[in-house]
């Protein structure tokens, strides 16, 4: 299976306004592809489409070639996300946490475990590890989001806005934990940051009022519009 992701002809009206208007997309294994776009763009909806917490309106999505809506739970499994602000019951530890996750994508036992501590020393939180999360600050919930996202070991991740929200150091830091966790995986990563995909990502799909604009590697649509900030306010319209 060469391609992880398939948008076909991708729609979704919310009581009659076209937030999404027909689009496709292709993501080959292994690639890291941003969704790039301004605030109400869709990106947003195209993630949720994509792990069938919504159903289009016309279109379909596939996950490994499994499509998302006839067989939700399937697709999905193939699937870490991180989907909008992550919460988390505050009366849990981060261990707790994800030994409750584990056991709901179907992880037991001693293998459960290994990977728990596995995944909570990827993103650095081994001293808060049996702290309540009532406790975290906005960063350490993020870092929590990751663990969770990573806890299966799924081949595909799927990232709202990764950054939202963290200060500089915060950033960096999640930047630093993505750059080892993403190696031999598909990663889809929505953000409305140019510097933040530009560092993360090799292929960008801008998306504007719900349309594609662009689908294009960032090295080339900085050489056709002598950099990527100009290839962005080309293709993106102005706010009104
Ligand atoms: P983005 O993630 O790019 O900021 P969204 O996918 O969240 O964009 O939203 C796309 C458009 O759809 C926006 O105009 C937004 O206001 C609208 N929208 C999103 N969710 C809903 C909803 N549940 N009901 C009605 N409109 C919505």
């Not at 505050?90 to 584990?102: N, V």
């Not at 989001?145 to 991740?157: E, F, G, K, N, V």
């Not at 990232?159 to 830091?173: I, T, V, W």
């Amino acid at each position: 299976m060469r391609e992880s992701i398939v948008i076909e002809g991708l729609s979704k009206y919310y009581n009659g306004f076209l937030a999404l208007d027909n689009l496709s997309l292709k993501i080959r294994k292994n690639e890291d592809v941003a969704l790039l776009g301004p605030n109400g763009a869709g990106k947003t909806t195209t993630l949720k489409l994509l792990c069938g917490l919504l159903r289009p309106s016309s279109g379909a999505a596939y996950i490994n070639g499994i499509n998302v809506v006839e067989e939700r739970e399937r697709a999905v499994s193939k699937v870490g996300a991180i989907l909008e602000t992550p919460e988390f019951y505050p009366f849990l530890t981060p261990e707790e946490t994800l030994s409750y996750l584990g056991r709901l994508r179907g992880m037991r036992g001693r293998r459960l475990g290994r990977r728990i501590m596995e995944v909570i020393e990827l993103v650095r939180l081994e001293e808060w590890s049996k702290v309540k999360i009532e406790k975290f600050s906005r960063g350490m919930k993020q870092r929590l989001a990751i663990a969770q996202a990573l806890l299966h070991d799924p081949p595909i991740l799927i990232l709202d806005e990764p950054a939202l929200g963290l200060d500089p150091r915060g950033m960096m830091e999640v930047r630093e934990i993505f750059k080892e966790a993403r190696k031999r995986k598909t990663v889809l990563l929505a953000s409305h940051l140019l510097t933040e995909v530009a560092q993360v990502c090799d292929k960008v799909a801008i998306i504007d009022h719900g349309q594609l604009r662009v689908y294009d590697s960032i090295a080339h649509l900085k050489r056709k519009y002598r950099s990527f900030e100009r290839a962005y306010l080309k293709l993106t319209r102005a706010a009104i």
